[in-house]
């Protein structure tokens, strides 16, 4: 069910590892839904491996386990950051040979032609 509010903000009710939960935030219907099939999913993992879990420990495994994926995709993207970074310093190091490159190139052909003269 959605809910607008005053400030533009969205309400969705949704089930996050059987709790209901009313969420709020200018975002889509179908991004919240994603969320919260993902956070079931992570859970549903965890309650697999240890059907006997109680709730609040399935809860708090499952927040770890997410942060966790956070936590090492962001370092992952931080890091390609750093090499796409490098990648461009190199890049602009080379267009900078090619420029002098041609520019000797030029000059030796001028030279050429000057001796064959």
Do not use: C, W
Request: proline share 2%.
């Amino acid at each position: 069910m959605i809910e607008e509010d005053k400030h533009k903000n969205k309400k969705y009710k949704i089930k996050i590892l059987g709790e209901k939960l009313v969420v709020s935030g200018e975002i889509s219907e179908d991004y919240i839904k994603k969320l919260a099939k993902y956070i079931n999913e992570v859970g549903d993992e965890i309650l697999s491996a240890y059907p006997h879990l109680p709730r609040r420990y399935l809860l708090g495994l499952t927040l770890v386990n997410i942060t966790d994926e956070l936590f090492k995709l962001r370092n992952n993207y931080y890091e390609l950051q750093r090499k796409n970074k490098k990648l461009q310093a190199e890049q602009e190091k080379l267009k900078r040979k090619i420029k002098e490159l041609k520019t000797d190139n030029e000059e030796l052909s001028e030279l050429l032609e000057e001796v064959d003269d």
